[in-house]
């Protein structure tokens, strides 16, 4: 027998003062928020006749999710995240805005503030036995002209799957940059191969994604920020040819237009000694129609600019 009180005038009044609506203290987009999400919880639990033992064990593993920083991780593989680049992919095509390089997730693991370098950088250490890897190409406007001055804000993981901050071990800012444009829109990186990673096998992400019978991987890929002034704001990454988890990722992060071709040259290319990938990625962006669509999104993030 389903038994159902959400809906009684009641149970609507006594969401309505929990949310704060019946006075005029607070933050009214909030409230607004808030009172869906106490309407819509108490439907679901109506609906699918949730037991006080499955909230309570929901409540817990919020609580553990937080404690271990996993929350970015969990709806990066729920695929919420990939859900609003779909959104504003679709509200883009209504208002005709298309053509570039497509958008796709941030992910929880971007660190502002990376040093700025000047149409070339390096980005890794040194430290990292990887294999070496040159990755260059130009920023372009929807014209295939070339941009300027763009900032190409370039972070990705170490061999071992791990980034800089969230792993201890790593230097300061390894593996991320940004990098100005030249005058013909280049820019230029040399850095290693990274590796695809997993989400901790110990964590509350892969404990969910086990229990709905998935993999908690993704493939090898490269996170970027491309931005100029004048132009759209765009955040992507290239995910690399040839990773078993390209098309499988966790994170639905794999696009068609954001795969990016590795070839390897041989010794002593680049006058670099041993094997060395390649990688060749141009990004186009569209114009700017606000100074909004310049920015990047303001979600909180690891560190912030300096
Ligand atoms: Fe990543």
Known sequence: MTVR???????????????GLTHDQGNPRLKQIVLRILQDSAKLIEDLAISDDEFWTAVDYLNRLGARGEAGLLVAGLGIEHFLDLLSDARDQLTGRTGGTP?????????????????????????????????????????????????VDVWHANTRGLYSYFDPSQSEYNLRRRIRTDAQGRYRARSIVPSGYGCPADGPTQQCLDQLGRHGQRPAHIHFFISAPGHRHLTTQINLSG???LWDDFAY??????????????????????????????????????????????????LQDH
């Open 5 to 19: 009180i959400s809906h009684s005038a009641e149970v609507r009044s006594f969401f309505e003062h929990a949310a």
């Open 103 to 151: 958008r796709t997730i941030e992910g929880p693991l971007y660190v502002a503030g990376a040093p700025l370098c000047e149409g070339e950088a390096r980005l890794d250490d040194g430290l990292d036995p990887g294999t070496p890897m040159l990755l260059q190409g130009k920023v372009l406007d929807l014209d295939g002209q070339p941009i300027a001055g763009a900032i």
């Open 243 to 245: 990773d078993q988890y």
């Open 253 to 302: 992060a794999t696009r068609d237009g954001l795969i990016g071709e590795v070839t390897f040259a041989e010794d002593g290319a680049h006058g670099i000694a041993g094997r060395i990938a390649e990688l060749n990625f141009d990004f186009r962006l569209q114009q700017a129609t606000s100074s909004d669509d310049e920015q990047r999104s303001l979600r909180p993030r690891a």
